[in-house]
């Protein structure tokens, strides 16, 4: 009897399709993996749980990938993304540029929405989002509305260069997102006049998904406590 616990969700279980396939999923974890979450190595032994995370790559039409997490870092899940699976999955943090009404400061915001939630349970028992938990742990709060106030970050800046590319940078000008943005018009102006951008984190969103209303998926982000966010310094190269 196998004295094992490897965490499948129902839905995983289905895509697994067969219990010898899920008698493979725990060699496979035995033998260890590079956990979705925290990218350090895991083996599944009977001290150490892990869960099966199922990938369905771009959008759903690429073959199933199936990965495996410390059980502390992430939950058994199917995971639809947008993206072939590569060796980092967890990488993926799309992002979009968001004018607020001129009266909320700092009106131009960054909105980050990491598509996977690395999530661990407390010693008593909730479940937190480690990206949120992390950034809450360097300055940035909660937010608690789409108008809501985001405290000044030390060091925390946003850089912006040719093509619309954006760089969120921390303190030690380590980037916490970088990369192309559409910016709504306005967006440049409300940054350079105020020297203030804004930058949200919030768990939940699918960024990618068109056809999602992000701002309504962001209200009901800052309403379970799964949105961060803090004002950057703006920096111009020129
Ligand atoms: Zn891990």
């Known amino acids: 009897m196998r004295q094992l616990v490897l965490n499948i969700a ?18 496979a974890a035995e033998l ?32 199933p990938v199936v990965r495996y997490a410390h059980e502390h870092c992430q939950a058994s899940e199917l995971l ?14 799309p992002a979009q540029a968001w004018l607020r009404p001129d009266d909320d400061d700092p009106a131009a915001v960054v909105l980050i929405g990491p598509r996977l939630a690395a999530l661990r349970v407390t010693d008593g028992g909730e479940t937190i989002d480690r990206i949120t938990a992390g950034l809450l742990g360097v300055g940035f709060e909660l937010l608690d509305g789409l108008d809501g106030p985001m405290p000044n970050v030390e060091g925390l800046a946003v850089r912006l260069g040719l093509g619309d590319r954006v760089s969120v940078v921390d303190g030690d000008d380590c980037p916490l997102w970088d990369g ?20 949200v984190v919030a768990s939940g969103l699918n960024l990618l998904d068109v056809e999602r209303d992000h701002l309504a998926d962001l209200h009901d982000a800052t309403g379970r406590g799964a949105a961060v966010a803090a004002t950057a310094q703006l920096l111009t190269d020129d």
């Open 10 to 27: 129902p839905e995983v279980a289905e895509l697994l399709g067969s219990e010898d396939a899920i008698l493979a999923a725990f060699d």
């Open 32 to 63: 260890g993996f590079v956990c979705t979450a925290c990218g350090q190595p895991g083996t599944l032994t009977a001290t150490d749980r892990a869960s099966v995370v199922a990938y369905l790559p771009d959008h759903g039409r690429g073959a």
């Open 80 to 93: 639809t993304v947008d993206t072939p699976v590569g060796d980092d999955p967890g990488s993926v943090w």
């Open 180 to 199: 192309p943005l559409v910016l709504p018009p306005g967006w440049t102006e409300a940054a350079t006049t105020t020297g203030r951008v804004g930058v």
